[in-house]
């Protein structure tokens, strides 16, 4: 199916089936107890309201220090491998020559929200990121390739996958709120969002 274009990015709706959403959180279930849900510091001391951790070479960080990657999870372990399940995700829908290095495990609970961004904490912004949706349904808010002006929102479901590439690559975004329950995916709610990257 062609994905709907808003403001360049891919939004590939429904493209999971149920089957598939679950096959994918066992996964991910398998690479949460290697590399457990952390809540990262901001650069300006306080709490990111998601929880985090990653798969891949790299994982992304946050303290108050900076945004990085980093290849260890705070914990000491390298981060897991990427799972085959969502390599095969980035292989059918990234048009790039490149594996991903790093697949960003995001978890948001009831209230949480992820402030209007840019990706760019990453060397090549040739490679797109790749977005995966599961569980609750997101508030994802759509910017400009540079801060301010009007922004575009629309609902993220499980099953979504959004492909930010080509000049939409640095375009602003966010998650202003989660329907919290409204899937049945998580048993006990909640929505996990995978991002795919390059990193090096
Ligand atoms: O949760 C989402 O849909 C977006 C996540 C995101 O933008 C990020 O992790 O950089
Ligand atoms: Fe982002």
Known sequence: MTPLL????????GYLDRASQTALVGDLRAVLETAPLFSPDTPYGRKMSVRMSSAGQYGWFSDRSGYR??????????WPAIPASVLAIWNDVSG????????????????????LHQDRDETDFDCPVVSISLGDEALFRIGNPTRGGKTESLWLRSGD???????????YHGVDRIRFGS??????????????????
């Not at 808003?6 to 709706?13: K, P």
């Open 69 to 78: 990657y980093v290849p260890r999870h705070p914990n000491g372990t390298p």
């Open 183 to 200: 899937s049945a995916l998580l048993p006990r709610g909640g929505r996990i969002n995978l991002t795919l990257r390059v990193v090096s």
């Open 161 to 171: 996958v959004v492909v930010m590439g080509g000049s939409a690559r640095l375009t």
């Open 96 to 115: 790039c020559a490149r594996s991903p290095e790093c697949c960003l495990i995001n978890w948001y609970g009831e209230g949480a929200r992820m402030g």
């Open 6 to 13: 808003v403001r360049g990015l891919e939004i590939h709706q």
